[in-house]
């Protein structure tokens, strides 16, 4: 899986908490991404990083913020989880020089 | 209007058969395209990249653009059960190496 690993796996939470999902790669690639995937609509960018520090937001963002204090970590937060918010999460990356970009396992959400 | 769109599926073949998979695209910019492979729980892993027009061939799969018709194909030789899983296609523009912009995937089974 290109050296991705995304926590938790799983996870179920209440509407209105916060939650933060940890993206770690050891490739030392520049560019991070955080993709959400429903039904019926693929694969959608929420938030992506092109350096520490460096971030942008995607088609689907509102509602999520995310940090990048280290290259290898990208982490997304869920201010205040709603049920709109339940999806399977990925984090991907990619290099400078490459155009396709390698996925972690996912991260499961529900929202109830 | 999605910008790429994809027939969901399912797609049930015979194994054996020869898989067209195929997703059409409104925006004239997209100069990369991918073709991803995602098994059910888990992330997806690229297949095929090709730049621009033409062919790409790899083992039992084939990779085809045609930018005239805005519309790009996969194909699957000899099919196997192994292939069953949803196959996304990808594509971005060449002024923004870090976007990419799914399709909302097809699902393939292959019946032994």
């Known amino acids: 899986d290109a050296g991705i690993t995304q926590s938790p796996r799983h996870k179920v939470t209440e509407t209105g908490t916060p939650v933060t999902l940890r993206c770690h790669q050891t490739e030392n690639h520049r560019y991070m991404y955080w993709y959400r995937q429903d039904p019926g609509h693929g694969l959608r960018l929420i938030h992506y990083s092109y350096g520490v520090k460096d971030t942008d937001k995607g088609e689907v963002s509102d509602g999520y913020s995310v940090s990048r204090s280290k290259t290898e970590d990208f982490l997304l937060t869920l201010e205040s989880a709603t049920s709109s918010q339940t999806s399977v999460y990925f984090c991907a990356i990619s290099t400078q020089e490459d155009t396709e970009a390698f996925f972690g396992q996912g991260t499961r959400l529900t929202v109830v | 209007q999605k910008e790429v769109e994809q027939d969901p599926g399912p797609l049930s073949v015979p194994e054996g058969a020869i898989v067209s998979l195929n997703c059409t695209y409104s925006?004239?910019?997209?100069?990369?395209f991918m073709w991803y492979r995602q098994y059910s729980r888990k992330g997806p892993e690229l297949l095929m990249y090709?730049?621009?027009?033409g062919n790409k061939e790899d083992g039992r799969f084939t990779a085809q653009v045609d930018k005239s018709s805005k519309y790009i194909s996969l194909f699957i030789r000899d099919s196997q059960p192994s292939d069953s899983a949803t196959y996304l296609c990808a594509m971005k523009r060449e002024d923004s190496s870090y976007k990419l912009i799914f399709g909302s995937g097809t699902r393939l089974l292959v019946r032994p």
């Open positions: 925006n004239s910019a997209f100069q990369y």
């Open positions: 090709t730049y621009s027009s």
